[in-house]
């Protein structure tokens, strides 16, 4: 008989995801994994699986979060204001360190297009469903379904790419250009 899990799954969850985001899948060993987490060989594979299992579960879970954000202020701004926040807020957070780790679902797009397709296509389908969120504010904002649509492929584009920027160490104000330009862009053609 298997002993019961004595650890908080969710906290040890947490621990994996910050190492994946910030090494990638590839360059996080097992041994790397068993001790961020504080758990056994035995512990991890009773509650994990494996690697790629808890990968997947950590890139699940960064998707959800990463929507979480959008969706909780959307209440709470106007849909721009929703929008820009997202993007400024990821860079110019609390948390500095995490500021040049770039996008989870970004990096593992790039670490693993020509390595692992299931992978790579699991962080696509989240940007897209980010893609999908950035629309619907967009819609709300007082786009038409075909400038939603466009505006929200650009910012797309423009998350990636600053967040991608974000692992060069730039400079906070050349990381907020673009976002800015963006924005600038998006308020004049719907003004």
């Known amino acids: 008989m298997a002993r019961p899990i004595e650890f ?19 360059a996080t060993s097992l041994s790397d994994l068993l001790e961020v987490t504080g758990i056994g060989r035995g512990s991890f594979y009773a509650a994990f699986v494996d690697k790629r299992t808890l990968f997947l579960e950590c890139l699940d ?29 990821s860079f110019f957070g609390a948390n500095s360190s995490k500021n040049q780790w770039g996008c989870m679902l970004v990096n593992t797009v790039l670490e693993m297009a020509e390595v692992d397709a299931e992978l790579s296509a699991r962080a696509s389908m989240h940007l897209a469903t980010m893609q999908t969120v950035f629309c619907e ?3 709300d904002a007082g786009c038409t379904t ?46």
Request: charged share 30%; aromatic share 6%; with cysteine.
């Open 137 to 139: 504010c967009l819609l």
């Open 8 to 26: 908080d799954v969710s906290k040890a969850r947490d621990k994996a995801l910050l190492l994946f985001w910030r090494k990638g899948y590839q």
């Open 61 to 89: 879970l960064f998707g959800e979060r990463t929507k979480d954000i959008v969706m909780r202020s959307r209440s709470e701004k106007p849909p721009l204001d929703v929008l820009q926040n997202f993007l400024e807020c």
């Open 146 to 191: 075909a400038q939603a649509e466009e505006m929200a492929e650009l910012l797309m584009l423009v998350n990636e790419g600053v967040r991608v920027a974000s692992r060069r160490k730039l400079t906070a104000q050349q990381q907020h250009a673009p976002i800015e330009s963006a924005f600038r862009l998006i308020r004049s053609a719907i003004a």
